[in-house]
């Protein structure tokens, strides 16, 4: 096929995002031609379609900064027509045609091969959003942090990365405990592995610089006062994980968790990580985490169906993650 379905997004005469067809004369640069099968709604592409933040630096564009597929046409030398690959980030969606389309031209070096143990759509039931949870762990542990030391928080619990993060710490061992604004979904966070389920409200407002010590570790997809009282409520020496802004992009905190009790605030950044810790963050997310949560935590959606569900997610209606079937 010379001509392929897409998600086009324009910005004259208005910021609009359609059920579109492209031609492979349209592709960007790339050594490698994917055939893509699956991809994901996370919240950056909500903020992409609707165009509330200006994710989008190039027009028209495909968005979806994830798919998973198996290449067409390869001329780097590592990979073949057939091979089953992931790709996650590198500005897909945002400054490179992205993955809401049947087709994708990309660098081989962006590439990751399907770790066996997933199918296309479980990679995708991971994401970006479930990466970077993978991420927010990889760098907890790398601050020495361990469930002996105390429980870990993770905030927007029931959304994509506060759903897999919980799901990959309880799997190793640790006390988590869930904040959610949707108190519907306790049940949902309990059987993925959360031991407590607390409101957020508790944490979303303006907050004392020190509170009393509750948490050795945690993983934030939420920023804003909400990040500002997970620091200040952090036990002696543990570290905050930061990887979202769903509740807002500002940090109104002091400097006092980081100078009276040595807390690390990690932040995390999926979209630019290097290739050789992307293959180790999937070599964990292959060892620890278990298909069946990762199953109850997913909902399939169908291609044209993208462009409503980029709308709730960004209401916070989205519960987990979201699979994309590419048809
Ligand atoms: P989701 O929408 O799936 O999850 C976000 C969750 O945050 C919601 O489900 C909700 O959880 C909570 N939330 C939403 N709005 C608010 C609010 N106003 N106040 C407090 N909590 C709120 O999004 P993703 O999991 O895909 O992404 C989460 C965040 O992480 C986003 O900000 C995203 O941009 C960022 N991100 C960053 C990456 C990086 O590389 N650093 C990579 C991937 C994502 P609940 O209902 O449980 O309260």
Redesign the pocket.
Known sequence: MTKFKGVRIVKEPAYAASYSEFDETELMDGDVTVRVSHST????D??AITGKSPVVRRFPMIPGVDFAGVVESSSNPDFKPGDAVVLN?WGLGETHLGAYAQKARVKGAWLVPLPEKFTAAQAMAI???G??AQ?AVLALERHGLTPERGPVLV?????????VAVTLLAKLGWHVI?????PE?ADF?KNLGAAEVIY?AEL?GPGRPLGKERWAAAVD????H?LANVLAQTKYEGAVA???????MDLPTTVAPFILRGVALL?????MQPRDKRLIAWNRLARDLDVEKLAALSTTIGYDQVIETAGK??K?K????IVVEIP
């Open positions: 709604v996370n919240y950056k909500g903020l980030g994401g970006t959003a990466y970077t991420l905030t927007g619990a029931a959304g994509g990365v506060g759903s869930a904040s959610t604004g949707r979904e966070l957020r979303s997809s939420v920023g804003s909400t930061a990887c979202g802004l769903a509740q807002g932040g995390i950044d999926s979209v997610i960004l916070g989205v519960r987990g993650r």
